[in-house]
């Protein structure tokens, strides 16, 4: 088949389809590769109205996982970041085309039928792990936007002052970094971050916020007097801009912070904004994050959980015995993470952290997070579990800022979080306890947590096989046990 007439499975006659893309010599192989398939180029006659082979030779099309963990999609001697590759589509047997961004579209075809399906569902799939919003359950997206899109959510975030004043610090305390730039804040929620971009001298902010709450941004920066500085209000999820924002960004801030740093998988997002739109050497604020965790003793808290399964322990409820439910109600109650405020003084052991550098980290090393730890126990204790948190950093020109959720740091609305064992583990001063929190992704835009741990040198072992970090306990509210830390200093 030397022609292809006609546009078919929802593509469209594209303007300008670029042609010589693939040409030269093959693209270096950095890392672990797909399949590589050879295909011919063509490009779209306007006169025709079809596709046309360029009568450049065929060349190797593939994709490439670069050593970072980035899959990158390579045509003959042009590699492709995953975030330039906007659509794939399919033309018939053995075509593909492709719309890449800033270059236009371009048509692949192979005389390998199979083998160009396959590359289609590969790369399709590896868009799919890329950008998020393909992936979760539709149920779950509509729900975090209709919660985001409250004025009292948003109320709540605003009026959490370690947050919102360390935000603030990080962006006015480096000028060189907004001072006449380009920002981008990525679900920018209230405007707060974009507003305090444009105090800092912002050029221009593309404040982008998917919910209805961007309404809410547009009316408060038409309110209020930036001068110098143009808000643009882009309402629509971040992984599915097009036209809205022009040119590279010299700055992205973002607060896509959840519950354990992870939760809601924001995060992902604003690191598709950094490949899609942060010009290079341009800046991310934060642009680190530290997870750290340590063992717990809290005797009340683990009596608390055990005693939740009393109800079901009724052997004559109106004439029924409920009591072959309990094992059942009590592995629900541990499958919940308990979040509140952590007394640091039930921590057993000197905490360890695992950074992640957003300026270099992958979408897809998001997808399975592990943790290996070995802790030294420093009294008599019961283990009931792994106490976890987060720092993030704003390593700007002008000055570094922390915003730290640490136990002995002043209270924030994440709190700190515990990932609970039904069976405690006895320990002694001086003995190690070694394991491994892991990570998993899931599509309800959260993670399910494993933990496994033992006293090392012997075979006493404990573990957690599925805590999920979407539904944990607010214990701050619902027990009059839990800590309440020192008010933040103003």
């Known amino acids: 088949m030397s022609a292809m007439t006609g546009v078919t499975n929802g593509a469209t006659a594209p303007k300008g389809a670029m042609t010589g893309l693939i040409n030269g010599a093959p693209a270096p192989n950095d890392s672990a590769e797909g399949r590589e398939v050879q295909m011919k180029p063509f490009r779209f006659?306007?006169?025709?109205?079809r596709w046309m082979p360029t009568g450049e030779p065929p060349a190797s099309?593939?994709?490439?996982?670069?050593?970072?963990?980035?899959?990158?999609?390579?045509?003959?001697?042009?590699?492709?970041?995953?975030?330039?590759?906007?659509?794939?589509?399919?033309?018939?047997?053995?075509?593909?085309?492709?719309?890449?961004?800033?270059?236009?579209?371009?048509?692949?075809?192979?005389?390998?039928a199979a083998a160009a399906e396959a590359l289609i569902a590969e790369l399709s799939k590896r868009k799919a792990d890329y950008e998020r919003f393909e992936q979760f359950e539709q149920g779950s997206v509509q729900s975090y936007f209709q919660y985001y899109?409250?004025?009292?959510?948003?109320?709540?975030?605003?009026?959490?002052?370690?947050?919102?004043?360390?935000?603030?610090?990080?962006?006015?305390?480096?000028?060189?970094?907004?001072?006449?730039?380009?920002?981008?804040?990525?679900?920018?929620?209230?405007?707060?971050?974009?507003?305090?971009?444009?105090?800092?001298?912002?050029?221009?902010?593309?404040?982008?916020?998917?919910?209805?709450?961007?309404?809410?941004?547009?009316l408060l920066a038409d309110s209020n007097n930036f001068p110098g500085s143009k808000?643009?209000?882009?309402?629509?999820?971040?992984?599915?801009?097009?036209?809205?924002?022009?040119?590279?960004?010299?700055?992205?801030?973002?607060?896509?912070?959840?519950?354990?740093?992870?939760?809601?998988?924001?995060?992902?997002?604003?690191l598709v904004a950094r490949d899609r739109f942060l010009k290079p050497g341009g800046k991310?604020?934060?642009?680190?994050?530290?997870?750290?965790?340590?063992?717990?003793?809290?005797?009340?808290?683990?009596?608390?959980?055990?005693?939740?399964?009393?109800?079901w322990k009724n052997s004559n409820f109106y004439g029924i015995d409920l009591s072959a439910a309990v094992p059942r109600c009590t592995?629900?109650?541990?499958?919940?993470?308990?979040?509140?405020?952590?007394?640091?003084?039930?921590?057993?052991?000197?905490?360890?952290?695992k950074r992640f550098d957003f300026?270099?980290?992958?979408?897809?090393?998001?997808?399975?997070?592990?943790?290996?730890?070995?802790f030294e126990i420093q009294q008599p204790c019961l283990v009931h579990g792994i106490a976890g948190w987060f720092d993030a950093y704003f390593e700007g020109t002008n000055t570094t800022v922390l915003l730290s959720t640490a136990p002995w740091c002043p209270g924030t609305h994440w709190y700190q979080i515990r990932f609970p064992i039904e069976t405690p583990l006895a320990v002694n001063a001086g003995q190690r306890l070694e394991g491994t929190l892991?990570?998993?992704a899931n599509n309800l835009q959260s993670y399910y947590v494993r933990l496994e741990m033992r006293i090392k040198g012997t075979e006493i072992y404990s573990h957690a096989p599925c805590i999920d970090l979407k539904d944990p306990e607010y214990r701050f509210y619902t027990s009059a046990n839990s800590y309440c830390p020192l008010a933040p200093e103003h």
Not at 291 to 311: G, W
Not at 331 to 353: M, S, T
Not at 362 to 373: G, N, R
Request: hydrophobic share 40%.
């Open 45 to 49: 006659d306007s006169t025709e109205l």
């Open 61 to 112: 099309v593939r994709l490439s996982k670069q050593a970072g963990g980035n899959w990158r999609l390579v045509l003959g001697s042009k590699d492709i970041p995953l975030a330039e590759v906007r659509t794939v589509s399919s033309l018939g047997p053995g075509f593909v085309v492709l719309q890449i961004a800033d270059k236009g579209h371009v048509c692949l075809q192979s005389e390998d």
């Open 149 to 218: 899109a409250k004025c009292t959510n948003q109320q709540n975030m605003m009026q959490d002052s370690v947050r919102t004043t360390t935000y603030r610090r990080a962006i006015i305390e480096n000028p060189d970094d907004f001072r006449g730039k380009r920002v981008m804040d990525i679900g920018a929620g209230s405007g707060l971050l974009s507003f305090f971009a444009a105090q800092a001298g912002a050029s221009l902010v593309y404040a982008v916020e998917a919910s209805s709450m961007g309404e809410l941004i547009q």
């Open 231 to 270: 808000i643009e209000v882009v309402t629509r999820p971040l992984e599915t801009i097009t036209d809205e924002v022009v040119g590279k960004v010299d700055c992205l801030v973002s607060e896509p912070i959840g519950t354990f740093l992870f939760n809601e998988r924001m995060m992902e997002s604003y």
């Open 284 to 311: 991310m604020f934060p642009n680190v994050g530290n997870l750290c965790i340590a063992p717990f003793s809290d005797a009340m808290m683990h009596y608390e959980q055990m005693s939740k399964n009393a109800f």
């Open 331 to 353: 592995k629900e109650h541990f499958r919940q993470p308990i979040v509140d405020y952590i007394n640091p003084d039930c921590l057993v052991a000197k905490h360890i952290e």
């Open 359 to 374: 300026a270099t980290i992958s979408v897809e090393s998001l997808h399975k997070i592990e943790i290996p730890f070995d």
């Open 438 to 440: 892991t990570m998993e």
